[in-house]
């Protein structure tokens, strides 16, 4: 214990004859947790937490997807037809991403917008 005592003392020591070095890695570890900090705060918001809705943990993806595994779109029809037929899920809804100019006195901009059928906010509990 004493050991450790007396190599800390000495890297103080050496640290504090050398205020640039010091300096500079104080503000590399700062940078470096603030950042771990924040991409954790964000990770543990949207993917560790459940979602804010209805039964979240009993939510489910399903995609449909080409011969190599890319996602591809679904039709509406094609959602009608496997909500029609489904026999598993005691609901199901979906959802459309979209990207659109949207212009206001002279400003133009790019917006997602998102499709969702009549009862998409119902069935994850939200009021519209």
């Known amino acids: 214990m ?13 640290l504090a004859k050398a205020p640039a070095f010091t300096a500079i890695a104080v503000l590399t570890l700062a940078l470096g947790i603030g950042a771990n900090t924040a991409i954790f705060s964000i ?4 993917m560790l937490r459940p979602w804010p809705v209805k ?11 080409d011969k190599n595994g890319d996602p591809q779109p679904l039709s509406y029809p094609d959602y009608l037809d496997y909500k ?10 979906g959802f459309d991403l979209d990207l659109a ?10 917006i997602v917008m998102c499709y969702v059928p009549s009862n998409f906010f119902s069935m994850l509990g939200l009021h519209a």
């Open 84 to 93: 029609q037929q489904n026999d598993v899920f005691t609901e199901m809804t």
């Open 2 to 14: 004493e050991s450790l005592f007396q190599d800390v003392k000495y890297g103080l020591r050496m």
């Open 43 to 46: 990770a543990n918001a949207f």
């Open 101 to 110: 100019g949207f212009g206001w006195q002279g400003h133009s901009d790019r």
């Open 55 to 65: 039964d979240a943990e009993r939510l489910t993806v399903v995609a449909v997807s």
